[in-house]
């Protein structure tokens, strides 16, 4: 766990989004995650001409925290410059889940400096964890 700076979260996401590649959709997205170690990380999502080869802004701030040898984290902040706020979609839900507790904030601000906080619990509940493949009794194997 480490301390929530909220400020820090909001500016580093929106950063992010500044980057986003989105010809196609013309929707960027940005990621700030705080990794329990204190450091945060950010993602944009990166879209493709072959559509599904798209990544969102969360898999890619993932990918970056992994690859400097983080595995834990606090906090999540997506940033759209939206009237709405955006939650992350189903298949980045399963990624957060990977490494975040169901208590951990996932949270989204926008343009308006408006932000939402869920738990990752609430917009996953039920989620299938590394758990289930530790207590897995290998039938079939
Ligand atoms: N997108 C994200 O980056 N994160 C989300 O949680 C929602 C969707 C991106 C994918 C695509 O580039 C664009 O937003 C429209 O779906």
């Known amino acids: 766990m480490s301390e929530i700076n ?15 590649y989105a010809p196609y959709s013309k929707f960027p997205v940005g990621v700030a995650i705080l990794a ?6 950010t993602g944009c999502n990166v879209e493709n001409a072959s559509y599904g080869g798209t990544v969102c802004a969360e898999r890619n701030a993932i990918g970056a925290a992994v690859v400097a040898g983080e595995r834990k984290f606090t906090a999540l902040m997506v940033y759209t410059p939206q ?11 399963q990624v957060i889940a990977e490494f975040f507790s169901p208590n951990a904030p996932i949270a989204s601000c926008n343009h308006l400096h408006q932000q939402q906080n869920w738990s990752l619990g609430e917009l996953l509940p039920a989620a299938f964890t590394p758990t289930y493949l530790a207590n897995s009794t290998k039938v079939g194997a």
């Open 83 to 93: 009237d709405m706020l955006t939650p992350p979609c189903g298949i980045c839900r």
């Open 36 to 41: 329990d170690s204190g450091k945060i990380y």
């Open 6 to 20: 909220w400020a820090a979260l909001q500016q580093a996401a929106q950063q992010a989004a500044a980057q986003a």
